[in-house]
C-alpha cells in the first residue's frame, strides 16, 4: 500500500500548482476513496467546491480551471473574445459551465459563449499553421509542465467581441480594439466571414474595419459575404449609416 510520502509526490505529480481535480478524475487516477479522505485530512488537499479539489499549497489559477476542463472533462471549450486577443498580446484591455468554476477562483468571472451563436466549431492547429475556422493553442504553456491552453485566433476572437457591441462591449472599445489589428489575416478573415451567423456581426466589422483602412481589407472581398436585408438598430438616438444599414453612435 503506498504510504503517504509516495502519495503526496503523486498527487503533486498529476495535480500541479495551481490546477484543480474532481474527486471522480482522483479515482480514476488511482486514488482511492479511502486515500483521497486521508489526504483530505492530512490537509494536502482542500476542498475548493462540492467534491472538487486543489492542493493546500497552491492557490487555483483561472488557467488551471481552463486546463483541467479542456483536457479531463473533455469540454468542448475555448477561450475566445477579449481573453484570447489578451493572450495574444493584441488587447491591453480587460473587462453551461460547472457552476462552481466561479466559486473557486475569485479574480476573474467566468462567461460561457456558445460557438453555434456565431461561427460553429473551429479546428485546432499548430501555432503558424493557417485554417479557414482556427482555434490556437498558446505558443507557450501557462505553467511548466502543462499542456498549452487552447483559445480563439485574433480573427475570430475578433468577431466574438463584435457580438457584445453595444451590450457588454461599448463602440469606443470595439473601435479602439480594431484600431490595433494591424496584422490579421485576410484569408481567416474572408472565411469566418463567410461562415459567420450574424449579419450585425459582419456589417458592424466592415464599418470598423473602413475607419482605419488596414491594409488587409483591401485583399477581402465583400461581395461573397452575405450582408441581409434591412437595417440594424444598434443604439438608440444614432446616426444611420447607409452603406451598410446600421445605426451608430452620433460621436463616431
Aim: hydrophobic share 40%.
Amino acid at each position: 500500500m503506498p504510504t503517504n510520502t509516495i502519495r503526496r509526490r503523486e498527487l503533486n505529480q498529476l495535480l500541479p500548482e495551481g490546477t484543480i481535480a474532481t474527486r471522480a478524475w482522483l479515482i480514476d487516477h488511482g486514488f482511492g476513496r479511502h486515500a483521497i479522505d486521508n489526504l483530505i485530512k492530512s490537509e494536502q488537499l482542500i476542498a475548493v467546491a462540492s467534491g472538487v479539489y486543489t492542493r493546500t499549497d497552491a492557490k487555483p489559477a483561472w488557467q488551471g480551471l481552463v486546463y483541467f476542463l479542456q483536457n479531463n472533462v473533455g469540454m468542448n471549450l475555448t477561450i475566445g473574445g477579449l481573453t484570447a486577443l489578451d493572450l495574444l498580446g493584441l488587447s491591453h484591455y480587460l473587462p453551461r459551465l460547472p457552476s462552481w468554476v466561479n466559486e473557486i477562483v475569485t479574480d476573474v468571472r467566468f462567461v460561457w459563449h456558445s460557438e453555434r451563436e456565431l461561427l460553429g466549431k473551429g479546428t485546432i492547429v499548430e501555432p503558424g499553421q493557417s485554417d479557414p475556422l482556427i482555434t490556437y493553442t498558446r505558443l507557450q504553456p501557462w505553467k511548466e509542465g502543462q499542456n498549452d491552453l487552447i483559445l480563439s485566433s485574433p480573427e475570430r476572437a475578433l468577431l466574438e467581441i463584435l457580438t457584445d457591441v453595444p451590450t457588454q462591449i461599448s463602440f469606443e472599445h470595439a473601435n479602439q480594439l480594431m484600431q490595433g489589428m494591424t496584422s490579421l489575416s485576410p484569408r481567416n478573415l474572408q472565411a469566418l466571414l463567410e461562415q459567420c451567423k450574424n449579419i450585425k456581426v459582419r456589417r458592424l466589422f466592415f464599418w470598423l474595419a473602413e475607419r482605419h483602412h488596414h491594409t488587409w481589407l483591401e485583399k477581402l472581398h465583400p461581395e461573397k459575404i452575405d450582408m441581409g436585408s434591412g437595417k440594424r438598430k444598434l443604439v438608440e438616438n444614432g446616426k444611420l449609416d447607409k452603406k451598410y444599414n446600421i445605426t451608430i453612435p452620433k460621436f463616431l
